[in-house]
């Protein structure tokens, strides 16, 4: 991502991911419509599930969700109001009118860096089709962008409490490969501040920093087992249609991020090393 000059971000960590998929199953075969009136359709349960796990106000109804969050440190918070996106270039490059509730500015900012996601990616029925009939099963892929102090495995065994408490033990959540901690590393951590300033002989300027994007990286496992210091530069732009069809990166832009990690790896070497 960039800022409003145009520049990409350095940013000093990554959210964590959660990744599960939720499942109802019903009758050993698809059964006519009519007989809704006296069958469970485990497409309608499964839609009551999301219903409790998300309100209409984007709020993650999930007892204790939040309950571990710490919100940004007075460096981040002061970087948070001081910063702005190219939301103009988004909004014309994706084709939506406007971020959720009208967000702008550093609302728009500290909401992608500092709140924790739910998404639902898909909605699948067994066996499918056009054909009136109660499906044997339906299923829903849903993915968590967790912040700092939120781990994956509390996180679903949150759900699977909420889902029984609601009266939804049957809806199964399964977790899938892939997940993993958010990570951080202090904004004014010598590693930081060198790749943030490093941008001024690439990109004629220091590179803005945040504590987070809007997007997920398995970073902790570095920052947890080698006790590295992490940081992220990005190099897409709003109509690089990451994850779509015409997925691309402009050429220069992927020689400036070259020569960007290049000189890292120089200012890095040019370090003085610790003795003992």
Request: hydrophobic share 40%.
């Amino acid at each position: 991502e960039r800022d409003s000059r145009g520049l990409p971000f350095c940013y000093s960590g990554s959210k964590g991911l959660l990744q599960l998929r939720l499942r109802v199953t019903g009758a050993d075969l698809p059964l006519p419509a009519g007989m809704a009136a006296s069958v469970p359709n485990p497409l309608w349960r499964l839609i009551w599930a999301l219903g409790q796990i998300k309100s209409d106000q984007e709020e993650i109804l999930i007892g204790g969700f939040y309950d571990t969050i710490d919100g940004p440190s007075r460096l981040e918070s002061r970087a948070l109001r001081s910063t702005e996106v190219d939301e103009a270039a988004r909004i014309a490059a994706w084709g939506i009118g406007q971020f959720l509730f009208d967000m702008s500015g550093a609302a728009l900012v500290q909401s992608e860096v500092s709140l924790p996601t739910c998404n639902v990616t898909s909605v699948t029925t067994e066996p499918g089709g056009d054909t009136p009939a109660i499906p044997t099963a339906a299923t829903a892929r849903l993915d968590f962008q967790l912040v700092p102090r939120q781990h994956p495995q509390q996180i679903l065994d949150l759900l699977e409490q909420h889902l029984a408490a609601k009266g939804l033990a049957d809806v199964i959540a399964e977790r899938l490969p892939g997940g993993y901690p958010a990570a951080s590393t202090a904004f004014d951590h010598p590693f930081v501040m060198l790749v943030s300033d490093v941008g001024q002989h690439v990109y004629g300027a220091p590179l803005t920093l945040l504590p987070r994007g809007p997007f997920s990286q398995p970073l902790f496992f570095f920052a947890e087992s080698f006790g590295m210091p992490v940081a992220a530069v990005g190099c897409a732009r709003p109509d690089s249609g990451a994850h779509a069809p015409n997925e691309h990166i402009p050429l220069p832009d992927l020689v400036r991020h070259g020569q960007m990690l290049i000189e890292v790896i120089y200012a890095c070497a040019r370090q003085p090393v610790a003795s003992g």
